[in-house]
Nanobody, 129 residues
Framework: QVQLVESGGGLVQAGGSLRLSCTAS????????MGWFRQAPGKEREFVAR????????DYADSARGRFTISRDNAKNTVALQMNSLKAEDTAVYYC??????????????????????WGQGTQVTVSS
């Protein structure tokens, strides 16, 4: 199993930037496709971004595209989410997630939380307007 730990959250003014990091231990990160999700108070957990095992493919929610960038460094066992031009509506707990399902066996969208088996504890991002 892999253990995931997020860091980098905090309080930032609207228009500012934050960089979230997710550090993996226990297994080699390259085994997993990785994603970032977020959950605001009173709302369901939602997809933000994902990256393929080797980093060649990425995907973003419409709300994140153009402002957020997901990246990974398998040698360092880390995944990052660079968030720019932050808005008050980006306020949420952000979760790093990893999945190991085979696209041969499963029809994967990589946008559903159910497709990810491993989760971090989350890091709070608060954007003040």
């Amino acid at each position: 199993q892999v253990q995931l730990v997020e860091s980098g959250g905090g309080l930032v003014q609207a228009g500012g930037s934050l960089r979230l990091s997710c550090t993996a231990s226990g297994r080699t990160l390259s085994t997993y496709y990785m994603g970032w999700f977020r959950q605001a108070p009173g709302k369901e957990r939602e997809f933000v971004a994902r990256i393929s095992r080797r980093g060649g493919n990425t995907d973003y929610a419409d709300s994140a595209r153009g402002r957020f960038t997901i990246s990974r460094d398998n040698a360092k066992n880390t995944v990052a989410l660079q968030m720019n031009s932050l808005k008050a509506e980006d306020t949420a707990v952000y979760y790093c997630a990893g999945g190991n399902r085979s696209p041969v066996t499963y029809s994967l969208t990589y946008r559903s939380a159910n497709e990810y088996e491993y989760w971090g504890q989350g890091t709070q991002v608060t954007v003040s307007s």
